[in-house]
């Protein structure tokens, strides 16, 4: 595991904005991964796209979002005119579920990322995107980061169920072993997609049934200002009771709105859903799902073998 930087930040030019921050192309030049979060390099500009960012979400997380994102959203109370610090995030999310949000500096690959979970760590990425350009962007950011998926890690049973994720990694990366050299590749590159495909269709984009309809609880959809209303209120867009054969052998394209989601009952259906994962993986039924989306990356299968 890489070591935390804690190079001096005096010399470094001000602002962590995405795709722009030299504090973190300088972590990824050094090879840190796990890094700190350098709060006196925000500039105003970054905190201005967290405060637009945060007000525009308060009316329609209130409209779309499961209660437990709002009593989440609460229980941490962020400082809607700054860019969280993510030492007091932790000072009212680890009393809750033991959860905490650690800084990285990128791409965290596959098995390090689920590990983290197992660890009751998420990977959070600090960077910010630009106050003029709210909608849209490939990569995660600290608002995805921070105000879509933390606030879900204050309930325990979401909580659990993550964990529960970073278990069935533990049990791929053990199980790998056992497959012949010739099949391991193959193997993994299929578990690997058949979770980041679960993953996707409930952490990120997953929709639970309630009293009053559908409310959404995927981070994907909690953080996106146009999608969260399109994905309860577009004709468009399929909604089906979650089922694990379909989900893990469904594809998905990040680039658009998603015209297919699936719902869950609640989070204890979720966790029996992970639980699920694992006693199918140990089965072997996740070795041949079907090909497509996500492609799965050399350091995705990397970060597997060496576990
Ligand atoms: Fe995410």
Known sequence: MAQTTDFKTDAIPAGLTTTQAPFIEQAQRNGELYIHQPYELYSEENHLAWQRLFARMQDRWHRYANEYFLKGIESLCFNPDRVPRLSDVNEFLCPLTGFKAKPVSGYVPAYLFFDCLRNREFPTTITIRRSDRLDYLPEPDIFHDIA???????????????????????????????????????????????????????????????????????????????????????????????????????????????????YVESFDHLFELVDELETWMKAGKLDN??????????????SFMKA
């Open 289 to 302: 799902v079907a090909p497509g989306e996500p492609v799965v990356s050399e350091a995705d299968l990397a």
């Open 148 to 262: 879509g998926h933390v606030p879900m890690h204050t309930d325990k049973a979401f909580a659990d169920a993550l964990v529960r994720f970073g278990d069935c990694a533990r049990t791929a990366a053990e199980l790998v072993k056992s497959v012949p050299e010739s099949d391991q590749a193959h193997v993994l590159a299929s578990i690997i997609r058949a979770m980041a495909r679960f993953f996707w269709f409930t952490i990120e984009f997953g929709l639970m049934n309630s009293k009053d309809g559908l409310k959404v609880y995927g981070s994907g959809l909690l953080s996106s200002y146009g999608e969260i209303e399109h994905c309860i209120e577009s004709p468009k867009v399929q909604r089906y009771p979650i089922q694990l054969k379909w989900v893990i052998n469904q594809g998905f394209e990040i680039d658009h709105y998603q015209p297919l989601l699936f």
